[in-house]
């Protein structure tokens, strides 16, 4: 197995060194975020573990996406989402997971990522609020 190097360590350890996250840093780390979910969704797979954690930095900044290891392929056929128990990191899951729904219908956004998205910037001991974030990327 070959795996990228990713000097830049995770999103929790950059926000830890800030001393505040800025409007314009949110707004660039989700909306990477976002194209790193859109690239994985055109691949036919669902992340289920997203947070900041699994979110690396490279050299340059950019996020980089990791951990796979509770990915999910979504049935092209129905574009269902089938989830039969609750995966992923218990403080980032989704209503829709902790209740366990099976065949959520799954938009451009599964329920879940949209929720974990908000969540995880949201959570940011370095932010005053999300309402800016919110003015920027919609769902």
Not at 8 to 36: H, K, P, Q
């Amino acid at each position: 197995m070959v795996m990228e190097y990713v000097p830049g360590g995770n999103l929790v350890s950059w926000m830890d060194e800030v001393e505040f996250m800025s409007e314009a840093a949110c707004r660039f780390y989700a909306a990477e975020t976002i194209l790193a979910l859109i690239d994985l969704h055109a691949m036919g797979f669902i992340h289920r573990d997203l947070k900041p954690d699994n979110l690396l930095l490279d050299a340059g900044g950019h996020l980089k996406l990791a951990d796979f290891g509770t990915a999910i392929r979504v049935d092209p056929e129905t574009s269902l989402i089938h989830c039969d128990a609750a995966v992923g990191t218990p403080d980032y899951l989704s209503p829709e997971v902790l209740l366990s729904q099976v065949n959520v219908p799954m938009t451009y956004f599964s329920p879940e990522e949209k929720f974990l998205i908000n969540k995880m910037f949201y959570l940011s001991k370095k932010l005053n609020s999300l309402v800016f974030f919110r003015k920027y990327i919609s769902f």
